[in-house]
């Protein structure tokens, strides 16, 4: 069982059994115990300040750019130009495809299921291969191609 895991693209045992094996050593998994260290140290001290009242901006500053720092990106400050109740920020460079990945972020707990569109929409305007969605508990990886 692989906690966080879910969904029905990747079966659990072919992501368990198959990918770690096979692309382990790519994926960096010799510092997936130092990283899930670490994310469960700040976890710790983040918990607390984090619920239903933390805005798009409060999720984006107390849990996406820890995440995706942990991830190995290094995310630009949020872009000034979208709407209300969304953070949109630049993720850095992508080695496999043309334009960066972005980071879209709304408040805590808000579903996800309504925010590919506006990811599609912002990352074909940006040039992005993809987006990585958040609202606090939840992560979305949305292809915007």
């Known amino acids: ?40 140290a700040w976890f710790r001290t983040a918990r607390p300040r984090l619920g239903p009242v933390c805005t798009a901006r409060h999720v984006y500053d107390l849990v996406a750019v820890p995440v ?23 993720l850095g460079p992508c080695e496999e495809a043309s334009g960066s990945p972005l980071l879209l972020v709304i408040a805590w707990g808000e579903r996800l299921d309504g925010v ?18 958040f609202n606090g508990m939840t992560v979305r990886l949305i292809d915007a191609r």
């Open 1 to 40: 069982m692989l906690p966080g895991v879910s969904g029905s693209l990747v079966t659990e045992y072919f992501a368990e059994g198959f990918l770690s094996s096979t692309f382990g050593r790519e994926l960096g998994l010799d510092r997936c115990q130092a990283a899930r260290r670490g994310l469960t």
């Open 116 to 133: 590919w569109r506006e990811a599609v929409r912002v990352g074909l305007a940006a040039g992005s291969p993809w987006c990585l969605c």
């Open 68 to 90: 995706v720092s942990a991830l190995g990106f290094i995310p630009a400050g949020p872009r000034a130009d979208c709407r209300p109740g969304l953070v949109v920020a630049d």
